[in-house]
Every structure is written in C-alpha cells, then in structure tokens.
C-alpha cells in the first residue's frame, strides 16, 4: 500500500453504504470509473469493535483503509445516535480498556491503517462539536490521549488523519480544535456541495467550496499533507457532471492534496455518482485523461 501522504497521482477514494466488506459496492464503483478506487473509507462507532475483516477486504481490494471512529453510539434505525462517551471523559482514561483493545488488535493486524478520529468537530451536528457544548480544550485533549496511548502500544502502522469540515458561516475555527503536528499525520477536510437542495443552500463550484479551507489548513500545518476525506456533489442546481470534471481539475492543481475520498451515498442528497449517467461517466473521464 502506498501511504497517502505520497502522491504518485491524485488518488481516488470511495466510501459505500455496505462498508468495504460489500465488494460488490466497490467492484460497481470501479467499473464505472474504469478503475478501482485507491482508498476506502469506512465508519466505526465507540462500541464497535475493530473491523479487522473490513481491513483484511481493504487490504485485498488493493487500497488503503481509513476508518472514521465516531465517539458515541449508533442507533439501530440510522447512523444518528446518542453519545456517553463525552471527550473529556475519553480525556480522563475511562475508557481505555476499550481503547487498548483498539489498539492491541490494530497493532496484531500489522498494516497501514488510518484511523479519522472525531471528524467535522468544528460543525454543529455531532456531540463532539464545540456547537454542541464540546470545548475545544477538551477535544484536543482527547485526541492526544488517544494517540499517546496507542503510541504506548507501539502502533506504528496506525496513521491520524484529523478531519473538519469545509469552514461556513457558524463554524467553529479550525486553529483551536488543531491537536497538534506531533499528532497529526494527515490533514483531512470534508466538504459537499448540496447545490439547491436545502434552503439555506446554494451551488457552490469546488474552488468555493474547498478553496478557503484549504488556505486554513496549510497556514495551520504547512507540511502536513491533504487529503479530501469526504466529498459529494447533489443534482439540482447545477450540472453535477461538470462539477465533477471541475472537482478533479481544481484538486489535482493543488500539489499538497493527495487524494480525494468521494462519498456514494444516497443520504441527505444523492452523492452517488450513478445519480445520473453523465456524472458518473465525467469521473471516468476526467480521471482517465488527466490524471493517470
């Protein structure tokens, strides 16, 4: 597997309702783009235990995993869930055996993974965000146990990927939820363009959605490299067609972003790249003229 902070190309990532264990998913995925995704992320709650099969999958698909690891509990019905595990109680070791466990496992299945911990903190819809009662201090104090106690464990196959959302009017700065270079291993930035789905939303073409972000993270960590860990686009607004083959341009000019993760789902909006013939075959195409 090749890390993600090496760029050979920008690389295509893919995250599916199944999980990486439904290869059939995947396969679909790489037949429309005409070749398999790179990268595979995955989501993980604070019950879970770790999905050494989904690695093991991962690991046989030919890419690299990245495991979203939500600190709360998931509902049966949907992926809104309630949370007991509060940041600072993470902070305090009340749930290290837990943790250990992660890590133990993790460090037995010795290959490169990488583990986004606490995703989009400076948004306003998860109990870990500062919009949610969430203080900043006690994220990054969290972050940092979690880390040290794998490192404790000597998990050096493990890789930290810290990952807000796209900055918008009411997020919270990015700067005071930064755990620190020491502790970072990957920039990530989730970003969507909902077009004119919701009424507080308009189209946004990628450099506006992205582009001040980006300039955020590299003033906040400069060496660190990028990754676009969640991505999508809606229908109505726009051609989401053209969007896509503007997407790729705009990130492969970009010489510190590694690679982009997008997210087929059919959630909030249709992201999913069969939402319409054209869009999925502006992937295949720009992928496959420009950037291979």
């Known amino acids: ?39 595979v992320l995955s989501y993980s709650d604070f019950t879970s235990t770790p999905p050494i099969a989904g690695l093991r999958a991962v690991r046989d698909l030919g890419a690299v995993p990245v495991i979203t690891w939500e600190p709360w509990r998931w ?25 250990y466990r992660w890590a133990d496992e993790l460090v037995a299945w010795d290959a490169l993974v990488y583990l986004r911990f606490a995703h989009e903190p400076n948004g306003t819809w998860y109990p870990w965000s500062v919009a949610q009662g969430t203080q900043p201090s ?15 464990k000597g998990a050096d196959n493990v890789k930290w990927v810290w990952a807000p959302n796209v900055a918008f009017p009411g997020s919270s700065p990015m700067a005071d939820l930064y755990p620190g270079d ?9 970003g969507y363009n909902w077009g004119t789905t919701q009424s507080w939303s308009q189209w946004l073409e990628p450099a506006q ?19 676009v860990t969640e991505v999508g686009s809606a229908d109505a607004g726009g051609s989401k067609a053209d969007w896509i083959g503007t997407l790729v341009d705009f990130l492969a000019a970009q010489g510190d972003v590694s ?10 909006a249709d992201w999913r790249l069969t939402s319409t013939p054209e869009s999925a075959a502006a992937l295949a195409d720009t992928l496959g003229r420009k950037y291979r």
């Open 259 to 268: 690679g982009f993760i997008w997210f087929d789902h059919d959630k909030e």
């Open 182 to 190: 020491d502790y970072v291993d990957v920039l990530g930035v989730d």
């Open 1 to 39: 597997m090749t890390p993600l902070d090496v760029r050979p190309c920008l690389r295509f990532g893919v995250s599916t309702p199944g999980g990486p264990t439904a290869v059939e998913e995947f396969e679909g995925v790489a037949r429309i783009v005409g070749e398999p995704p790179t990268v």
């Open 209 to 227: 959605l992205f582009g001040p972000s980006l300039d955020e993270l590299r003033n906040l960590a400069p060496r660190k490299p990028i990754l």
């Open 75 to 99: 509902l049966d019905e949907g992926r809104y869930g309630s949370s007991e595990f509060s940041l600072s109680s993470i902070a305090a070791g009340v749930h290290d055996n837990y943790l």
């Open 138 to 152: 006690s994220y990054v104090a969290a972050w940092r146990h979690i880390h040290d106690l794998f490192a404790s």
